[in-house]
């Protein structure tokens, strides 16, 4: 079994960072992807960011040039460091694990973010 444990959330005036980070426990496969989603209350989770085992990024275009997904393997945690905040990033933030050659998906619990002055 898989768990995802998120934490950096809270609240920021606009225009600041905050830096979310995601550790996976479990048994983690060489070849995934892990990548943070966001929700707010009434809408659908929708995706900021990802990336895979070896790298690769990718970005939802609302929040390209102000976050930065990394993640270090060795200690199976991903990264988002989130500047230039602005009040329409306030969502509840979710990390999410694909492990693609078993085709499974891990949630964490979520971690709230609040842009407001």
């Known amino acids: 079994q898989v768990q995802l444990v998120e934490s950096g959330g809270g609240l920021v005036q606009p225009g600041g960072s905050l830096r979310l980070s995601c550790a996976a426990s479990?048994?983690?496969?060489?070849?995934?992807?892990m990548g943070w989603y966001r929700q707010d209350p009434g809408k659908e989770r929708e995706l900021v960011a990802t990336?895979?085992?070896?790298?690769?990024?990718n970005y939802a275009d609302s929040v390209k040039g102000r976050f930065t997904i990394s993640r270090d393997n060795g200690k199976n945690t991903v990264y988002l460091q989130m500047n230039s905040l602005k009040p329409e990033d306030t969502a509840v933030y979710y990390c999410k694990l694909y492990k693609a050659l078993s085709r499974t998906t891990y949630w964490g619990q979520g971690t709230h973010v609040t842009v407001s002055s």
């Open positions: 990336i895979s085992s070896s790298g690769s990024t």
């Open positions: 479990g048994i983690i496969s060489s070849f995934n992807v």
